[in-house]
T-cell receptor
Framework: DTGVSQDPRHKITKRGQNVTFRCDPI?????LYWYRQTLGQGPEFLTY????????KSRLLSDRFSAERPKGSFSTLEIQRTEQGDSAMYLC??????????FGPGTRLTVT | RKEVEQDPGPFNVPEGATVAFNCTYS??????FFWYRQDCRKEPKLLMS???SGNEDGRFTAQLNRASQYISLLIRDSKLSDSATYLC???????????FGRGTSLIVHP
């Protein structure tokens, strides 16, 4: 399968714990995006990488969220001190020199 | 005013019907536009790009109206399998941030 992959697919954590998600984009795609989606809403932009450079970060993203793409390939999204409001689907997408994005299956986070 | 607005629906139509969705955007400098389809509890999948000259792919037609700042999606001869949420995306306008609408729900019934 050469699509975007995400791991884990589901994560249940207690409030206050840290969680880390991984995204592997389509091979050679230089652009990588992270989104958060809650029920009944469209995906909400979190951050964008072009190769290893983080070029955009949503103003809505608190300091508890951080993302990396150290070698311009896979990316990680970490949420520190999780809150119940962080419960959502976290989506990763990649693209190659265009705005046509291809999404992974997402990581569903539940904070109890 | 939200940057990208869609009527959430649901649009409930019989098989074979023609249905159209609109999506309005506020940033006149926006440069690229797309429609995505999202099935329940699945990831969005690219349906089609929206070009200035319009775009047609089988039963689906997408159009862009820059003057009025909206894009549209027309689905002809609806199938049961077209039931999904349709998301519009607007890019550009001075940033790399793609902005999604909240989606329009379509239900096609027999």
């Amino acid at each position: 399968d050469t699509g975007v992959s995400q791991d884990p697919r589901h994560k249940i954590t207690k409030r206050g714990q840290n969680v880390t998600f991984r995204c592997d984009p389509i091979s050679e795609h230089n652009r990588l995006y992270w989104y958060r989606q809650t029920l009944g809403q469209g995906p909400e932009f979190l951050t964008y990488f072009q190769n290893e450079a983080q070029l955009e970060k949503s103003r809505l993203l608190s300091d508890r969220f951080s993302a990396e793409r150290p070698k311009g390939s896979f990316s990680t999204l970490e949420i520190q001190r999780t809150e119940q409001g962080d419960s959502a689907m976290y989506l990763c997408a990649s693209s190659l020199e265009s705005d046509e994005q291809y999404f992974g299956p997402g990581t569903r986070l539940t904070v109890t | 005013r939200k940057e990208v607005e869609q009527d959430p629906g649901p649009f409930n139509v019989p098989e074979g019907a023609t249905v159209a969705f609109n999506c309005t955007y506020s940033n006149s400098a926006s440069q690229s536009f797309f429609w995505y389809r999202q099935d329940c509890r699945k990831e969005p999948k690219l349906l089609m790009s929206v070009y200035s000259s319009g775009n047609e792919d089988g039963r689906f037609t997408a159009q862009l109206n820059r003057a009025s700042q909206y894009i549209s999606l027309l689905i002809r001869d609806s199938k049961l399998s077209d039931s999904a949420t349709y998301l519009c995306v607007v890019n550009g306008g001075g940033s790399y941030i793609p902005t999604f609408g909240r989606g329009t729900s379509l239900i096609v019934h027999p």
